[in-house]
């Protein structure tokens, strides 16, 4: 085989190889979300991995057993129980939208990654300065 052969068939299982890997790591990154009125009607994701998104429903977050931290997150049609075990985000708070991660546990989200959201305008904090 000459040289220029052996080159270019090197090049080509090189440029195979990356463009996998690149195309692995899109798919795996490219995560969505659904709210919990879609997880609620999909019976197949039962026991899988999902990341919702919802609005914490106002006067439901508690703490159970010290650690974790229960709430509720709606999407205004279906409501939906979430238990976390660890440190929440500084902008957790109630009636504000959040992302989180994990699977059903019994009638319950156990998460893994509970993230918030920002609002999207611009609120002076401290008014006429």
């Known amino acids: 085989m000459k040289a220029s ?3 270019a068939l090197g090049l080509a299982v090189i440029i195979v190889a990356v463009g996998a890997v690149a195309y692995s790591g899109i798919r795996s990154a490219a995560v ?3 709210t919990p009125t879609e997880f609620a009607g ?3 994701l039962r026991g899988a991995q999902v990341r919702l998104a919802g609005r914490v429903v ?3 977050v508690r703490r159970i057993d010290g650690r974790v931290v229960g709430f509720r997150i709606t999407d205004g049609a279906t409501v939906l129980d979430v238990h976390y075990d660890g440190p929440l985000p500084d902008l957790f708070a109630e009636n504000r939208d959040v992302l989180v991660e994990g699977r059903l546990g019994g009638a319950s989200l156990n998460a893994t ?3 918030t ?3 999207t305008e611009y609120k002076e904090g401290t008014p006429g300065r």
């Open 58 to 60: 106002p006067g439901s």
């Open 42 to 44: 999909r019976a197949d």
């Open 5 to 7: 052969r052996k080159l």
């Open 113 to 115: 990654r509970v993230m």
């Open 117 to 119: 959201t920002h609002p």
């Open 32 to 34: 969505y979300y659904l």
